[in-house]
């Protein structure tokens, strides 16, 4: 499965569109991550807990959004979009979006 930016697959044409597919994860943020994030903040640097969650938490909506095209009979999906919100009465929840065309190559 292609999965790419771009509008179309460089040397590949598109024969078909099967329609936009997505992915969506939302997951907690922990109380000690929370702790850690304030401390770097405070302090400086980077949050590796916080990195670390919203890398999988991108990985886990693509592979969703991958998983939609292939129960539409895609080989791609074009013009991919990943949106991140925090989410909660505290923004203790994080929510990665992904968007793209599935589509059908020759």
């Given at each position: 499965?292609i999965?790419?930016?771009?509008?179309?697959?460089?040397g590949?044409?598109?024969?078909e569109?099967?329609?936009?597919?997505f992915?969506?994860?939302?997951?907690?943020v922990?109380?000690?991550?929370?702790?850690?994030a304030?401390l770097?903040?405070?302090?400086?640097?980077?949050?590796?807990?916080y990195?670390?969650?919203?890398?999988?938490?991108r990985?886990?909506?693509?592979?969703?959004?991958?998983?939609?095209?292939?129960?539409?009979g895609a080989d791609a999906?074009?013009?991919?979009?990943?949106?991140?919100?925090v989410?909660g009465?505290?923004?203790?929840?994080?929510?990665?979006?992904?968007?793209?065309?599935?589509v059908?190559?020759?």
């Amino acid at each position: 499965m292609i999965l790419t930016t771009t509008p179309s697959v460089e040397g590949r044409e598109i024969a078909e569109y099967r329609g936009i597919v997505f992915g969506e994860v939302v997951t907690g943020v922990d109380v000690l991550r929370d702790i850690g994030a304030s401390l770097r903040n405070f302090f400086g640097g980077r949050s590796g807990g916080y990195e670390k969650e919203l890398l999988a938490a991108r990985e886990q909506a693509l592979r969703e959004m991958e998983q939609r095209a292939v129960e539409r009979g895609a080989d791609a999906v074009v013009g991919v979009d990943v949106d991140y919100e925090v989410l909660g009465a505290e923004n203790g929840m994080l929510m990665v979006t992904t968007s793209g065309t599935a589509v059908r190559l020759r």
